[in-house]
């Protein structure tokens, strides 16, 4: 059983910076592509980022690119984002999910791919 738990969210001023973390445990987690979505209210949810631990690659939404990067640390098998220059328009839940591909080339943006969830944290960014 794989396990996702998001820590990190809180409050920010637009202009500031955030850096969630993902602790995940489970068998053969550290295999999986892993990634963040998000979700506001009254709106569905969104892919914001997506690692391929074993590809070693990266790929991130439009509306992040330049400010969010997402990084991991496979020896602890965490998940981070960070998130810089916030604006307004970013606060949400933001999940980590994992996918299970075989396919270390897979960055899926697509929600239906992803196995696991967390339980999701809280970002608000007030103006």
């Known amino acids: 059983q794989v396990q996702l738990v998001e820590s990190g969210g809180g409050l920010v001023q637009a202009g500031g910076s955030l850096r969630l973390s993902c602790a995940a445990s489970?068998?053969?987690?550290?295999?999986?592509?892993m990634g963040w979505f998000r979700q506001a209210p009254g709106k569905e949810r969104e892919f914001v980022a997506a690692?391929?631990?074993?590809?070693?690659?990266?790929y991130s939404a439009d509306s992040v690119k330049g400010r969010f990067t997402i990084s991991g640390d496979n020896a602890k098998m965490t998940l981070y984002l960070q998130m810089n220059s916030l604006i307004p328009e970013d606060t949400a839940v933001y999940y980590c999910?994992?996918?299970?591909?075989?396919?270390?080339?897979?960055?899926?943006?697509?929600?239906?791919?992803?196995?696991?969830w967390g339980q999701g944290t809280q970002v608000t960014v007030s103006s």
């Open positions: 690692i391929n631990w074993r590809g070693g690659t990266t």
């Open positions: 999910a994992a996918d299970r591909t075989p396919d270390i080339l897979r960055l899926s943006s697509n929600i239906h791919d992803y196995d696991y």
């Open positions: 489970g068998r053969a987690v550290s295999t999986y592509a």
